[in-house]
């Protein structure tokens, strides 16, 4: 006791101290997201976000593809971070926004840009770009297809933004055997992959991610073809509309569900087994048997797919996430924050997760 009394804690207290440490350190290191993160600290950023997203899918509804894409793009590459938003390396060299998966073809950067803004006005550095391309991703999803689910939040924003990194997306000329190592780095498994695939029935697409299904580029002059699993009128409506001169920066586009563009609906699937896959990827679902047999089920019930779709999402928002004390809440979501100001996430007191840790905000 006259230790303790001393300022040196006794055998007993030291011996608390370690076991609460050892009690508490799984909990900290696996910080997990959670819904409702912002409920006591910005009631309405979801609601913000929301206003947002449907603000620019009514001038253009092609926006909600680009931001279920934009989150995508986010996760695969040094978890959900928003580094996929910075357009300045703080290392040097081109960022990912840079690289070619995502320049020119990503798309919904000025609606993230008008929900952080929207957000900072309310409840000014609490509410991190991560969370608001998930949260922006969940809502194009809402309007496009009306699958809803709710968001786990408490991401925080990355600090290293790198080109060379985009190698952990898939390229539109993957093998279902690339396609199933890249989504298993991830930690989602195939069904993930064929489920999450299947946001291929909104959006667009420019040229050059498919011109080499359909013009043999090496050849002189350059010859006519089609690649296997494609169907001849679609490849020849395809090469009509790409020329084979097509280069990254031609800036021709096509839908990628010619019916309905802009619905999520489970079209990809009934598209696929009639060879209007539009990339050679796409098609792999249909060549590998255990991912065809998904693709049978989700066309023929699309509430199943939906349902999955929404797992799926949730799933994939998880991927590496920073969280409690880890990372910033960037105030503006193209730039990492001056090197001089630390800003903490706002949160209430710690508060259990999904899985039962503890949140560390
Ligand atoms: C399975 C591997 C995947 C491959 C190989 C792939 C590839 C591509 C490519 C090449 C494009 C067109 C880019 C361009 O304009 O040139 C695209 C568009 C798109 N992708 Fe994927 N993708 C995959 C998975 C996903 C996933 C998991 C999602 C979301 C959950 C997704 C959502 C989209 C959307 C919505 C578009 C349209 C974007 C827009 O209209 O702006 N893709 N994808």
Same mark, same amino acid.
């Given at each position: ?15 608390? &101290? ?27 950023? +979801? ?21 279920? $894409? ?7 590459? $040094? ?33 993230? #840009? ?5 957000? /900072? @006005? ?8 991560? #969370?608001? *391309? ?44 690339? !396609?199933?190592?890249?989504? =298993? ?5 195939? /069904?993930?992959?064929? *489920? ?11 040229? +050059? ?45 096509? =839908? ?14 009934? &598209? ?11 098609? @792999? ?18 509430? !199943?797919?939906? +349902? ?11 991927? @590496? ?23 903490? &996430? ?7 997760? +999904? ?7």
């Amino acid at each position: 006791m006259r230790a303790a009394r001393q300022g040196k804690p006794a055998a007993g207290g030291v011996a608390l &101290l370690v076991a609460l440490a050892v009690w508490l350190l799984p909990a900290v290191a696996r910080a997990q997201l959670r819904v409702g993160f912002y409920d006591t600290t910005c009631p309405n950023a +979801e609601a913000l976000v929301r206003q947002a997203v449907a603000a620019a899918f009514a001038r253009d509804a092609g926006t909600a593809a680009g931001l279920i $894409r934009l989150h995508f793009h986010d996760c695969f590459v $040094r978890g959900c971070d928003a580094s996929v938003l910075l357009t300045v390396n703080p290392g040097g060299g081109q960022t990912e926004r840079d690289a070619a998966p995502n320049n020119p073809s990503l798309r919904g950067f000025d609606v993230i #840009d008008a929900a952080k803004a929207a957000v /900072e @006005q309310s409840c000014p550095r609490t509410v991190s770009c991560a #969370d608001i *391309v998930a949260f922006a991703a969940r809502d194009s999803a809402a309007l496009t297809g009306s699958v809803s689910y709710q968001v786990p939040a408490g991401r925080r924003d990355g600090h290293v933004s790198n080109a060379s990194d985009t190698v952990d997306l898939p390229p539109p000329t993957s093998t279902a055997k690339e !396609l199933t190592d890249l989504f =298993a780095a991830k930690n989602l498994s195939v /069904e993930d992959m064929v *489920v999450l695939s299947g946001a291929h029935t909104v959006g667009r697409s420019f040229c +050059e991610s498919f011109v080499d299904r359909v013009w043999n580029r090496s050849a002189k002059p350059p010859a006519a073809i089609v690649d296997a699993g494609l169907s001849s009128s679609y490849a020849s409506l395809l090469r009509a509309l790409c020329p084979s001169n097509t280069t990254r920066a031609t800036p021709i586009t096509t =839908a990628m569900d010619p019916g309905t563009p802009n619905v999520l609906d489970n079209n990809y699937y009934k &598209l696929l087994p009639r060879g209007m896959g539009l990339f050679f990827s796409d098609n @792999q679902l249909r060549v590998d048997t255990a991912m065809a047999a998904l693709v049978s089920s989700f066309a023929a019930n699309e509430t !199943l797919w939906k +349902e999955k779709f929404a797992a799926a999402m949730v799933k994939m928002g998880r991927i @590496q996430v920073q969280t409690g004390t880890c990372g910033e809440v960037r105030l503006n979501c193209s730039v990492v924050n001056p090197s001089s100001s630390t800003i903490e &996430l706002g949160s209430s007191a710690p508060a259990a997760d +999904e899985d039962g840790g503890v949140a560390t905000s």
